[in-house]
């Protein structure tokens, strides 16, 4: 995106990305209620902003992205208790992916594409690492907004392009449905949640039915190397169930980077 730019037009640039940033900073902070709330099934909109650990609303001024957590001594004003490292982590990690999706994509829809991406990857990661599920509410956002973002994938009609992407979404959840019930057979046991299922059809949905192939190979792979790693330092022998969801959306992350360098696998 930056190419030759130099002098005002790369102040300019900066200034717009660092506005960028503290935005993907505000939704961070949007995103720690989803992660929080979502899996409770509470409303990510009401009540507002409030500690777990005493339920005290959290003030306005409490309430500024990462700032407040510094100021704060990352404990709750009210009753002292220790304000989770991850809720600035998340703050940050998802201004970060806004000011990277600026930085290599500029003011398009591919860049909003990345930052929405990017930002669901953190929600999932964090959810399904602490609680083994993926929400409905984060599975369905994302089938929506891949169906009826423009995208130029499917070089069809706005209209054709929402069906293509429905189609594909739903062919590809199936796809990952049977591989999941095989799975069961083989393994005796669940091997795959729904959410995973759900998952692969916002992001077949969001890249095209041919894209899922590469998907599970890549998130398949990512998955049993880190799987092996940790059995490994655990000691632990036999199936064990991981949460697959982080390793879907690592995976989607590194097929829209590198999209035109890999060829279908079938």
């Keep these: 995106m930056m190419g030759t730019m130099t002098g005002t037009a790369a102040m300019l640039f900066y200034s717009v990305g660092f506005l960028i940033f503290v935005l993907g900073l505000v939704f961070g902070s949007f995103l720690n209620v989803v992660i929080y709330r979502a899996p409770l ?3 990510i909109i009401r009540p507002r902003s409030f500690c777990p650990a005493c339920r005290t609303p959290i003030a306005f001024y409490d309430n500024i992205p990462v700032l407040s957590f510094i100021l704060l001594k990352g404990k709750c004003r009210a009753c002292g208790a220790k304000i989770p490292f991850v809720y600035p982590l998340v703050e940050i990690l998802t201004g970060l992916s806004f000011f990277l999706s600026f930085y290599f994509f500029g003011l398009s829809w591919k860049a909003l594409e990345l ?5 669901v990857s953190i929600a999932v990661t964090v959810i399904d690492l602490k609680h083994r599920i993926i929400p409905d509410e984060i599975n369905i956002f994302l089938f929506v907004f891949a169906v009826f973002l423009p995208k130029d994938i499917w070089n069809v009609s706005y209209l054709a392009g929402v069906g293509l992407s429905s189609l594909s979404g739903l062919a ?5 449905f049977l591989i999941a019930v095989a799975a069961e057979k083989i393994f005796k046991q669940e091997a795959m949640g729904m959410g995973d299922v759900k998952l692969i059809t916002a992001l077949g949905a969001f890249f095209g039915f041919q894209s899922i192939f590469w998907l599970i190979f890549i ?9 092996i790693a940790v059995k490994i330092r655990k000691k632990e022998k036999g199936y064990t169930m991981i949460a697959f969801g982080p390793y879907l959306c690592g995976a989607a992350i590194i097929y829209m980077l590198f999209e ?4 279908p696998l079938f």
């Design 41 to 43: 099934e509470k409303s």
């Design 115 to 119: 930052a929405v991406l990017l930002a």
């Design 219 to 227: 998130s398949s792979l990512i998955g049993s190397v880190v799987g």
């Design 260 to 263: 035109p360098n890999l060829k």
């Design 172 to 176: 590809s959840g199936l796809v990952l």
